[in-house]
């Protein structure tokens, strides 16, 4: 669980002029439409760009990209300092398809190419389903599903030109298995496993690969920046208190960010991507679980462990 993020011409290729009687080379100057771009070569694994990377799993995966050789992007909803760490933040909110567009046309003036994207930007909401208002619900689908949506339509034409591509898209356990008092959050990851999953036999045919990452509890910020209900009804409110606890005891226990890093990374770069990758021994147990267990009695365990009647 976490914590909420126009093409340009490649750059034409410069040919050495050799002249007939001599040895001597001369290579042209770069220009300034070539100047800071990065040729893929075995010294350099590409360039990602990484959403909502000012803190939490986000950022971690920026650095653990950064660290392995990738030219690193990280955005933020607010201004942050130009680069942390090696890598470069930008400001962009994931709901604004102005802003979406800018960020790209920026890299790509930047980098002249994007081979990753990591989609991670998101926000989470803990309370009874019923509590909620349609406009939150649409708030919140806005930017864990939409802001997906708007980030990856933005970097497909640049990576179709390429012939190669990887999205990775973090998900959760609760894209695959019920999430009693997150049935919205929960309802936006499973949203997101459909999406990815089709999409990626549509991108196939281009070298572009979607791939997703399902990290469980992380000790990240999620707790404290949860959002709340917009119409709290008094009949849940022993139930919602129970789950905060619940979250809170789970989180204190949960990954380190850099777990799920490691994870984002392996999709990233697995020559044979598989459609899904558990991110920890959490959600790795979870997801076997979930996938061997009779659903009877993963119900009254999943209620079991909630704290909830059996």
Known sequence: ????SCPARAPEAAHDRCRSHSTLVRRPRQSNTTKGKIPMNKNNS???LV?????GIGRATAKALQGAGYRVFGTSRRAASDSTDGVTMLTC???DDAAVAKLVDEVLAKAGRIDLLVNNAGMGLL?????SSTAQAQALFDVNVFGVLRMTNAVLPTMRRQGKGRIVNLSSVQGFIPAPYFA?????KHAIEGYSESLDHELRPFGIRVVLVEPAYTRTS???NLARPDQLLDIYESARAGMNVVVGKAMEKGDAPEVVAKTVFAAATDPAPKRRYAAGKMARQ???LRRFVPASAFDKSLRKQLGLPV
């Open 1 to 4: 669980m976490r914590r909420t």
């Open 46 to 48: 590409g360039v990602a």
């Open 51 to 55: 959403t909502g990377a000012s803190s």
């Open 93 to 95: 909110d994931v709901t």
């Open 127 to 131: 309370g009874a389903a019923e509590e």
């Open 184 to 188: 919205l959050y929960s309802s936006t």
């Open 222 to 224: 999620f707790e404290d």
């Open 286 to 288: 979870v997801s076997f």
